[in-house]
């Protein structure tokens, strides 16, 4: 049975493998991207995202059976407040309504192996908070105090712990959407190439996120646990956080973190 799905940096990536994935298996995708999609708009801006949520439920008509949101920057600046926790928290806020009036209603976002490794707290606690202007702000100091690095893997390791209470919280479970997470290791994309091209990057990727496991990935691997974490066969996976990273986390965090 054909379900409509929305999935959001959908030109490349990750979200390019993931609509040839679901369109091959009958799913009508609703694309949002800032080219090339059915709903082009800057997920960077507060009015960019309304917007997308505006145009997904007019497109679905109030029904929306998955959302998937793959958008995000590598760019280490403020931009990542924006787009990689806003871009993702705003977007399944809003659509809430359209996931909850499905009967299979299934959500997932991209995360980050990034996630595990050191991050800002206070930029953590101001994104869990919601108060994107003060997180924009905090993430320009950290630029100007030399440690833009830390923005990523903060935005990514607010995105779990948002969706590990989000997905137990009233309108969720209890109205039959799971909300999961993955967190990919290194996987070979557009926004990667730069990193993957350059010996002395390449090195300390390596060794940051060890990939013991077949190396780094195509899009398709983590485009593949997408598909299924937003089909109906999923009915009890929920406020997980799912690394496809090659064994990355394992390789990096003790067996008694568990």
């Known amino acids: 049975m054909s379900r409509t799905i929305a999935v959001t940096g959908s030109a490349s990536g990750i979200g390019a493998a993931l609509v040839r994935i679901l369109e091959a298996r009958g799913d009508r995708v609703i694309t949002v991207d800032r080219v090339e999609a059915d709903l082009v708009v800057d997920l960077a801006s507060a009015e960019g995202r309304a917007a997308a949520v505006a145009g997904i439920t007019e497109r679905c008509d109030g029904v929306l059976d998955g959302l998937v949101t793959c958008a995000g920057t590598s760019v280490p600046?403020?931009?990542?407040?924006?787009?990689?926790?806003?871009?993702t928290v705003e977007l399944v806020e809003g659509l809430q309504p359209a996931l909850a009036a499905s009967e299979a209603g299934r959500v997932a976002v991209v995360g980050s192996i990034s996630g595990t490794q050191p991050n800002d707290p206070e930029l953590?606690?101001?994104?869990l908070a919601g108060r994107t202007a003060a997180a924009t702000d905090r993430a320009a100091a950290l630029v100007e105090q030399g440690a833009p690095t830390r923005i990523y893997p903060s935005t990514k390791a607010a995105i779990a712990r948002w969706a590990r209470t989000t997905c137990i919280a009233p309108g969720w479970a209890d109205a039959g959407v799971p909300l999961n997470v993955i967190a990919p290791g290194v996987i070979l994309t557009p926004m990667s190439a730069g990193l993957v091209d350059d010996p002395r990057m390449r090195a300390v990727m390596d060794a940051a996120v060890p990939m013991p496991l077949n190396g780094y990935a195509e899009p398709e691997a983590p485009a593949e646990l997408l598909a299924w974490l937003v089909s109906e066969a999923n009915s009890h996976v929920t406020g997980q956080v799912i690394y496809v990273d090659g064994g990355a986390e394992a390789t990096l965090r003790p067996a008694e973190h568990y």
């Open 77 to 87: 600046s403020p931009l990542m407040v924006e787009v990689n926790y806003a871009g």
């Open 124 to 127: 953590v606690d101001l994104l």
